[in-house]
Nanobody, 123 residues
Framework: QVQLVESGGGLVQPGGSLRLSCTASGFTFSRFAMSWYRQAPGKERELVARITSAGGVTNFADSVKGRFTISRDNAQNTVYLQMNSLKPEDTAVYYC????????????????WGQGTQVTVSS
């Protein structure tokens, strides 16, 4: 059974920091690219950050570049999102996503989502 369990969300003041974690089970974590998405009320879900299966390449939305970092520990089946200098506009539900790496899975694409964790930035 595939599971992605996010944790670390909460209420933080502007300028503060949070670290989100997503722990995976039920699939070969090291063969999946991992991403964080977010969705604010009334807005579409957007990609925040992505890291490749081996962790060698990362990508970020322009709105979070220089403030957020993404990392992974393949031994612990966990991906992290370190969020610094948080702004009110970062308020959203943050979702963890796993997408199969085409190098290992050539015939099918596997795409999994976590249940989300709320991040609220407010004074």
């Amino acid at each position: 059974q595939v599971q992605l369990v996010e944790s670390g969300g909460g209420l933080v003041q502007p300028g503060g920091s949070l670290r989100l974690s997503c722990t995976a089970s039920g699939f070969t974590f090291s063969r999946f690219a991992m991403s964080w998405y977010r969705q604010a009320p009334g807005k579409e879900r957007e990609l925040v950050a992505r890291i490749t299966s081996a962790g060698g390449v990362t990508n970020f939305a322009d709105s979070v570049k220089g403030r957020f970092t993404i990392s992974r520990d393949n031994a612990q089946n966990t991906v992290y999102l370190q969020m610094n200098s948080l702004k009110p506009e970062d308020t959203a539900v943050y979702y963890c996503n796993a997408r199969s790496d085409g190098i290992y899975y050539t015939a099918n694409v596997f795409d999994y989502w976590g249940q989300g964790t709320q991040v609220t930035v407010s004074s």
